[in-house]
């Protein structure tokens, strides 16, 4: 808790929010303290810009995410019919 500035009451709330379990799946256990890298990029923060309590998959997966900027959108459109995308993508790669 020290590390991301959070009381133990603080604490306490955040983990009840959600019965315990992780805000993003809310199928695990959330054992993870999440805040905004864009605001503080190493593991200490300034404790405001704490998000939530996630899982560990939850966890790694958005900074995974975050870490690749615009890969959610494509990966999004990929779901939706993934062939657009390869196709927009091919014709952007022989006008360069």
């Keep these: 808790m ?6 133990a009451p ?20 959330a054992t993870c ?3 905004d890298h864009a605001c503080c990029p190493t593991e200490k923060t300034c404790g405001r810009c ?3 309590m996630l899982c560990p998959r939850c966890n790694t997966v958005l900074n995974e995410v975050e870490a690749a900027e615009g890969w959610l ?3 999004s459109a990929y779901l939706r019919g993934g062939d657009e995308i390869r196709v927009q993508s091919e014709a952007q790669r022989l006008r360069e």
């Design 50 to 52: 704490v998000r939530g």
């Design 33 to 35: 303290v999440d805040h």
């Design 2 to 7: 020290y590390k991301y500035r959070v009381s």
């Design 10 to 29: 603080q604490y306490e709330a955040m983990l009840s929010r959600h019965g315990g379990l992780c805000w993003i799946c809310q199928d695990r256990k």
């Design 73 to 75: 959108k494509k990966a």
